[in-house]
């Protein structure tokens, strides 16, 4: 078990280590239960949680600012996290082609609901296409900015 000294660190501070020791034992608890660290993102806070370790570590290998200490990269290594999710084959490359084959498939629905509709406005709440139709407006303004 790790424990967590607190001594000299600010209340805020505080507070986000010992949400990340709760997370980090949940880890624990999920790999001595199914043998691996790979918690699916729809799992809930869990799932985000290790979601966005990988994000942050990502961050510091770029040389950006980033969260993640070394002292908690060695943590999540010590019980075989992986930083990146490969498929059986081990190509590295298999995580880019399941994304842009979603994408593909996400704009292949766009098209049968334009061809159906008339138009490209789906809402939001009308499920994944139209949570994926929205995020391809924001990356469309952010590339515009």
Known sequence: QWSLNLSGIKRGDKALMKI??????????????HGHCNVLISSGKLGNWVKTQRYQYRLLNEGKYSHITDERVRKLEAIGFQWSLLCNCGDALCGDKRREQSWDARF?????????????????????????VASQRHQYRLLNE
């Open 20 to 33: 990340w020791v709760a997370r980090f034992h949940e880890l624990e608890a999920f790999k001595a239960k």
């Open 108 to 132: 292949n629905e766009l098209e049968a609901y334009k061809a159906k509709h008339g138009h490209c406005y789906v809402q939001q709440a009308s499920g994944k296409l139209g949570k994926w």
